[in-house]
């Protein structure tokens, strides 16, 4: 089955830049989306179609695609940001619906 | 006020059944199609199975093919999820989300909080 690859931990200091990576054969083919998920919490979108911004979502969240990985980028890192973080994606026939492993960010 | 309430989780045996239910408020509910997603204790998210507007496009994970069923009715803006042949691997949050789009495209803005299947005897 397919499957989207994330690193299970990205640890950053304030004010840096936070940048977690997800890889799979399809995401030339399918977009790519990444959800915030704080514990407790249901899971918040703050980047969709690869690159776009919801509103409401603060400019520091951008994506980016080139080929096989898609990214998500968190400039001037704030502790709020600590959360679990998911991409997520379709199958290269888009008819199936999956998720990358998620990635704990750590505010040192 | 624009949200999506899941109902019907529950302490169920290994192999019995359970339905879960999602009440969509707000909205448009006919307009988009709706995922299941679930979250085990301590892991991550997983896709579980989607349903188009007009419930003429259903797609499952592999994980439940065969023993889930997806289903809508709009007149009553409810989702539903029939869940048998239940397994302690089933044990998970599961959340309710709504897709952008009429059809499956995999853009989930909106998500329930969520109701937890327990499954053991």
């Known amino acids: 089955s397919y499957e989207l690859t994330q690193p299970p931990s990205v640890s950053v200091s304030p004010g840096q830049t936070a940048r977690i990576t997800c890889s799979g054969d399809?995401?030339?083919?399918?977009?790519a989306y990444w959800y915030q998920q704080k514990p407790g919490q249901a899971p918040v979108l703050v980047i969709y179609?690869?690159?776009e911004r919801p509103s409401g979502i603060p400019e520091r969240f951008s994506g980016s695609s080139s080929g096989t990985t898609v990214t998500l980028t968190i400039s001037g890192v704030q502790a709020e940001d600590e959360a679990d973080y998911y991409c997520?994606?379709?199958?290269?026939?888009?008819?199936?619906?999956?998720f990358g492993g998620g990635t704990k960010l750590t505010v040192l | 006020e624009v949200q999506l309430v899941e109902s019907g989780g529950g302490l169920v045996q290994p192999g019995r059944s359970l339905r879960l239910s999602c009440a969509a408020s707000?909205?448009?509910?006919?307009?988009?199609?709706m995922h299941w997603v679930r979250q085990a204790p301590g892991k991550g998210l997983e896709w579980v199975s989607g349903?188009?507007?007009?419930?003429?496009?259903?797609g499952y994970a592999d994980s439940v093919k065969g023993r889930f069923t997806i289903s809508r009715d709009n007149a009553k803006n409810s989702l539903y999820l029939q869940m048998n042949s239940l397994r302690a691997e089933d044990t998970a949050l599961y959340y309710c989300?709504?897709?952008?789009?009429?059809?499956?495209?995999?853009?989930?803005?909106?998500w329930g909080r969520g109701t937890l299947v327990t499954v053991s005897s």
């Open positions: 997520q994606s379709a199958d290269s026939s888009g008819t199936m619906g999956v």
């Open positions: 399809a995401l030339p083919k399918q977009y």
């Open positions: 989300a709504k897709d952008h789009y009429g059809d499956p495209r995999w853009y989930f803005d909106l």
């Open positions: 707000g909205f448009t509910f006919d307009d988009y199609a």
């Open positions: 179609k690869d690159s």
């Open positions: 349903i188009s507007w007009n419930s003429g496009s259903i």
